[in-house]
Nanobody
Framework: QVQLVESGGGLVQAGGSLRLSCAAS????????MGWFRQAPGKEREFVAA????????YYAASVKGRFTISRDNAKNTVYLQMNSLKPENTAVYFC????????????????WGQGTQVTVSS
């Protein structure tokens, strides 16, 4: 059982930056692909970014590519999401998740989820 705890959310003005962190309890953290998803009020959960277990491959949603960066530190069992040039439409609860797949954007392929962290971007 992998436990995931997100942190780093908060309130930021449009154009600002935030870095989200997700700490995993599992010692075999480096066996999992890690992903970030978000869910805005009244909307479905959507994929944001994913990183392979080695960190050698990443994938981004088109809406965040070039502004967000996903990375991981396997020695610290932690995955990060650096978010720059934030926009009000990025306001959502952000979740990290772990998958045994090599690299996937599909929520159903993620086995473990954190509780989420709120990101609010004001205009």
């Amino acid at each position: 059982q992998v436990q995931l705890v997100e942190s780093g959310g908060g309130l930021v003005q449009a154009g600002g930056s935030l870095r989200l962190s997700c700490a995993a309890s599992e010692r075999t953290f480096n066996n999992y692909c890690m992903g970030w998803f978000r869910q805005a009020p009244g909307k479905e959960r959507e994929f944001v970014a994913a990183i392979s277990w080695t960190g050698g491959s990443t994938y981004y949603a088109a809406s965040v590519k070039g502004r967000f960066t996903i990375s991981r530190d396997n020695a610290k069992n932690t995955v990060y999401l650096q978010m720059n040039s934030l926009k009000p439409e990025n306001t959502a609860v952000y979740f990290c998740a772990a998958s045994e797949a090599v690299l996937t954007t599909t929520p159903m392929q993620y086995d473990y989820w954190g509780q989420g962290t709120q990101v609010t971007v004001s205009s």
